[in-house]
Nanobody, 124 residues
Framework: QVLLVESGGGLVQAGGSLKLNCAAS????????MAWFRQAPGKEREFVAA????????YYRDSVKGRFTISRDNAENTVYLQMNSLKPEDTAVYYC?????????????????WGQGTQVTVSS
């Protein structure tokens, strides 16, 4: 089993920044790729960003490219999401997810372990 715990969410004004953290524990050696998803009120959960084991491969949804950066520290078993130039439409609960199979994917069903989520609210 892998336990994921997110932190770093909060309330920020439009144009501001936040950095989300996701700490993994348990059988972390089984993790290959990790990702961030988000779910806004009344909407489906959507992919935000993903990163491979080495950290060299990253993927982003178009709406966050150039503003968000995903990174990981394998020694600390932690993945990060640096969010800059935040917009009100970025408001959502952000979830960390871990995949134990090879490959980086953008579908929810491709990730086995999930955190409890952290709220990000961007005011206009």
């Amino acid at each position: 089993q892998v336990l994921l715990v997110e932190s770093g969410g909060g309330l920020v004004q439009a144009g501001g920044s936040l950095k989300l953290n996701c700490a993994a524990s348990g059988r972390t050696f089984t993790i290959y790729s990790m990702a961030w998803f988000r779910q806004a009120p009344g909407k489906e959960r959507e992919f935000v960003a993903a990163i491979g084991w080495s950290g060299g491969d990253t993927y982003y949804r178009d709406s966050v490219k150039g503003r968000f950066t995903i990174s990981r520290d394998n020694a600390e078993n932690t993945v990060y999401l640096q969010m800059n130039s935040l917009k009100p439409e970025d408001t959502a609960v952000y979830y960390c997810a871990a995949r134990t199979m090879y490959g980086i994917r953008m579908g929810q069903d491709d990730y086995r372990y999930w955190g409890q989520g952290t709220q990000v609210t961007v005011s206009s």
